[in-house]
């Protein structure tokens, strides 16, 4: 019987694998990873009490007392450990699902593509889905933001999420972390569009910016969360407190797009917890926690 | 038995040869690209993931053309991008397919293949392939409008047969050829032929001394003089001190502020247009801008970043002045004492036959041949139904 060559070279293969898969089971025995359990973050955008939606109007936001209608709502989260009682950071490993969580980055998509949310998607994303080494969890946190090593590369071959057109900040070559965008009753658009600011050109001709002398990303940190009960709220109106809707800061963008010399960023970053202008970081006070959230907030 | 493995094997050796040969056409090396350059232009330098070939280049011109790339398919990149107008257009701002108003104008494609900084002010847009992002999903603002529509566009090109042959044939060895990425290429590619040195000052440089008028040539003389330094700003080959090509042992990249405002005496420029200082955030960057080739500047008006001055007479004055003074409005100021002017920007005194000669200078910079050069025109205007971008009225 004559062998095919072709059939010869792949009995050879199989025989040159053989001491590799003799090998492969006891370095496995040797070195298991103690196990692990899914985790589940659940968020949850709001307008002060009431659920977010695409068109919804919300009344007596900010210090104007706007009414406002959303028209977009999505950002990035990166960074994600989880709080042990004695004070240790345990990295959640995302699930790669091609779609919102690449690596360490995750998108939340708080909008459905309804009425004036036209420009978005259909699809939702309001969780963050990974595992961690089984064991007691007792707080959180994460970043709002994309890592700076990541937010600088060529935008037209990212993989999702970063492949969202809607997020990209192509003029300042990166993305967006935060867009809300919004329309006052009196016809006024207000967005928040975070992102680095300050980027400074690298000395190579091709390279992403060296450096941006405002990241803006944003450290979140909740000392008492359980994953498996609570929900972070993302809450628009309290991050537009202390803003007033119906003055936009002559010759600047609507709203806040980051500008170091935007007065309207002050109040919004000042409620980000980000230093802004000379203005130090404070505590953040856009997302918050709710005990058992998904009994009193549901999503619309 | 015999036989019919016989058969069989002729079919696989056949199959074989047509797959080596379709392997073959893949890889061998495509005709190497021709730049056909002007008289003394050196080779651009291009990004070594993105080489030239003819057919991205015919490909990037149907697209750089086509009013499916934005939104509401009204607009392409030549609404604003207008070959007759060097690929400028006539508007002080530039307005897009929604109809809002760039804080800056459209500027010229010409030689933008030598740029190694893209738009007025950007220090971290490098390239070509980059920079169309913007314009296709910029939201701040609108221009095509494509952000959140990206699988449209990309149905709208699959749909059309001549895309999916010309996607083919410029990147063929892909599965799934319309992809962003390959159209960015493509039109970068597109934008790289786009170049313009074949003006009377050209012809005269290179053995035809009567290409030039008499006072064109005295306008020369005064533009390369220390009287009035216009070409520490504007020199080289592209008038420009923003420049890089192959062979070069690095770019450079060069912002200025010419005085063009100065409210509140501390050097303000409107908020819309903080100039370098949006990248640095160091205040004296404010105001600071991109140099811009002058070829063709002729055809370009209204001149500066925001279109604020309407004729070349008038971009010659402000430099005359040393700066430009608003008396009154919001912006107004001494734009001659802006604290962080250029060296070069003192000031000088023209006589008016000198002012003429100034202008009669720029004028030859006009490269007639580029603005009729059939190889950038619209493609589509011969098809039915027709894609191409609206004329300019």
């Known amino acids: ?300 | 038995m015999r036989p019919r493995t016989a058969v069989r094997g002729g079919i696989a050796a056949a199959l074989a040869l047509v797959i080596g040969f379709g392997l073959l056409g893949a890889a061998t090396p495509r005709a190497e690209w021709r730049w056909e350059l002007p008289p003394g232009f050196p080779v651009p330098r291009v990004p070594a993931d993105n080489p030239m070939t003819a057919e991205k280049v015919t490909l990037g011109r149907h697209l750089f053309y086509d009013t499916r790339l934005s939104g509401n398919q009204t607009f392409a990149c030549a609404s604003c991008h207008i070959q007759s107008r060097a690929f400028a257009d006539a508007k002080p701002r530039g307005v897009g397919s929604t109809g809002e108003v760039h804080p800056r104008g459209s500027m010229s494609l010409a030689n933008v293949a030598y740029s190694p900084a893209l738009t007025w002010v950007n220090p971290n847009m490098k390239s070509l392939e980059q920079q169309a992002l913007v314009p296709m999903f910029g939201e701040e603002p609108v221009e095509l409008g494509l952000a959140g529509k990206e699988q449209e566009l990309y149905a709208r090109l699959r749909a059309d047969a001549r895309y999916r042959a010309m996607f083919a044939s410029a990147f063929g060895a892909e599965p799934e050829p319309i992809t962003l990425q390959n159209i960015t290429r493509a039109i970068a590619s597109f934008q790289r032929t786009l170049i313009s040195g074949r003006s009377p000052y050209d012809r005269a440089a290179h053995g035809d001394p009567s290409a030039m008028s008499v006072e064109a040539k005295r306008g020369e003389q005064l533009f390369f003089s220390e009287r009035l330094e216009c070409f520490h700003c504007h020199g080289g080959f592209n008038f420009t001190g923003t420049v890089d090509h192959a062979g070069r042992a690095f770019a450079e990249v060069e912002f200025h502020n010419t005085g063009l405002y100065n409210i509140g005496g501390r050097g303000g420029f409107p908020k819309e247009n903080p100039g370098l200082m949006d990248f640095t955030q160091r205040p004296d960057d404010e105001g600071k801008m991109k140099a811009p080739t002058l070829r063709n500047v002729a055809l370009t008006a209204p001149y500066m970043h925001d279109g604020s001055i309407p004729t070349l007479e008038g971009v010659i004055e402000h430099y005359a002045a040393g700066g430009r003074t608003i008396s009154s409005g919001p912006h107004a100021g001494d734009g001659s004492r802006n604290p962080n002017k250029s060296e070069f920007i003192n000031g000088f005194e023209l006589t008016a036959r000198e002012r003429l000669d100034l202008v009669a200078f720029l004028h030859s910079l006009t490269d007639s041949s580029f603005l009729t050069d059939p190889r950038f025109s619209d493609p589509w205007l011969d098809t039915l139904p027709r894609r191409g971008a609206r004329r300019p009225r």
Not at chain 1, 10 to 24: C, E, I, M, N, S
Not at chain 1, 79 to 98: F, I, K, N, S, Y
Not at chain 1, 164 to 179: D, E, I, L, P, Y
Request: glycine share 10%; proline share 8%; hydrophobic share 40%.
């Open chain 1, 1 to 300: 019987m004559h062998h095919h060559p072709f059939a010869r070279r792949l009995a050879a293969g199989a025989l040159a694998l053989t001491p590799l898969l003799a090998v492969f089971p006891l370095t496995g025995a040797a070195r298991r990873e103690p196990p692990r359990q899914p985790i589940t973050i659940t968020f949850a955008a709001v307008v002060g009490e009431q659920p977010f939606a695409c068109g919804q109007r919300y009344a007596d936001i900010g210090t104007a007392k706007s009414s406002i209608t959303p028209s977009e709502f999505r950002m990035f989260i990166s960074d994600v450990r989880l709080l042990t009682a004695d004070g240790r950071a345990v990295p959640l490993a995302l699930e790669q699902d091609g779609m919102w969580q690449s690596d360490g980055l995750a998108m939340l998509d708080f909008e459905d593509g309804t009425g004036p949310c036209s420009n978005g998607t259909r699809e939702r994303r309001t969780t963050i889905v990974g595992d961690a080494p089984t064991g007691t969890y007792t707080g959180i946190t994460f970043s709002i933001g994309v890592p700076f090593e990541r937010n600088h590369r060529d935008l037209a071959t990212q993989p999702a999420p970063l492949s969202v057109t809607r997020m990209f900040w192509a003029w300042n070559s990166g993305h967006k972390f935060v867009r809300l965008d919004a329309r006052t009753e009196t016809g006024k658009n207000w967005v928040l569009h975070l992102g680095s600011t300050g980027c400074m050109p690298n000395e190579s001709a091709t390279a992403p910016p060296a450096q941006c002398a405002n990241g803006n990303r944003v450290t979140v940190r909740f000392d008492r969360f359980d994953a498996a009960r609570d929900v972070v709220l993302a809450d628009v109106a309290a991050l537009y407190a202390d803003s007033n809707l119906e003055e936009n800061q002559p010759r600047t963008a609507a709203g806040c797009m980051s500008g170091p010399t935007d007065g309207d960023c002050q109040a919004i970053f000042a409620k980000l917890g980000l230093p802004f202008n000379g203005t130090p970081a404070g505590p953040q006070r856009f997302l918050r926690v709710q005990a058992g959230g998904l009994r009193t907030v549901r999503t619309p």
